[in-house]
């Protein structure tokens, strides 16, 4: 099993290079949502008065998945299941590739939520070993749900929010991925871009007197 340090969370998953995100392009930036065309007849609709509540919201403020969002229809031999809820055709990242996901982690006994990411950026061997897995058979542009086994997890040590011994479970869309050459391709050419340009040595001065 992988060290905690390689384990999956917001801040360990950073790639090391800066700028991450931007080697994935700008095309995967947020498209403005589609607004519908009104309809020229309809009126505008009356407002309704609500009354305003003072129920205190609990914190911290974690989402509880229902038990038919907990479990996965595809078992593999080393005990990671799946159920593909977006297929998709085409490739699927390698160990060595660098990933770009949306992706939702909760227990599989109580199902609250414990972390989540959007455009996400991160190795694909930099992370728990039964999501490692599972981002392997996701092609690009798939949304999979990952049901990952405690020794494929985080194991007895357990891992902040996450107690001991626990199932996880996460809904990942696997938005884009390059492998480890282009990132290293992107890396050398970002680094050649920052390094101070050379300057040739001035010219020596006219007129000195001569001694």
Do not use: W
């Amino acid at each position: 099993m992988k060290q905690l340090s390689r384990a999956l969370s917001p801040l360990a998953l950073s790639l090391s290079f800066a700028g991450a995100l931007s080697l994935f392009g700008a095309a995967h930036a947020a498209s403005p949502a589609h607004k519908p065309a009104a309809a020229k007849s309809a009126a505008p609709a009356a407002k309704t008065a609500v009354a305003a509540s003072n129920a205190i919201i609990p914190l911290p403020l974690n989402p509880i998945l229902p038990p038919a969002q907990r479990v996965c229809g595809t078992k593999t031999a080393s005990g990671v299941s799946f159920t593909m809820l977006r297929p998709a055709t085409g490739p699927v990242p390698a160990e060595e590739d660098y990933v770009l996901v949306n992706y939702i982690g909760y227990l599989a006994a109580t199902g609250a939520v414990f972390d989540q990411g959007m455009h996400a950026t991160f190795p694909v061997a930099g992370v728990i070993p039964g999501f490692s897995q599972g981002l392997q058979m996701v092609p690009k542009g798939g949304i999979a749900r990952f049901c990952i086994p405690a020794a494929m997890g985080y194991g007895a040590q357990g891992a902040g929010p996450i107690p001991a011994n626990s199932d996880l479970v996460f809904q990942v869309e696997l938005v884009d991925y390059k492998t480890g050459a282009e990132i290293e391709t992107m890396r050398k050419a970002r680094a050649a871009e920052a390094a101070p340009a050379e300057t040739a040595p001035a010219p020596a001065p006219t007129g000195t007197p001569q001694q």
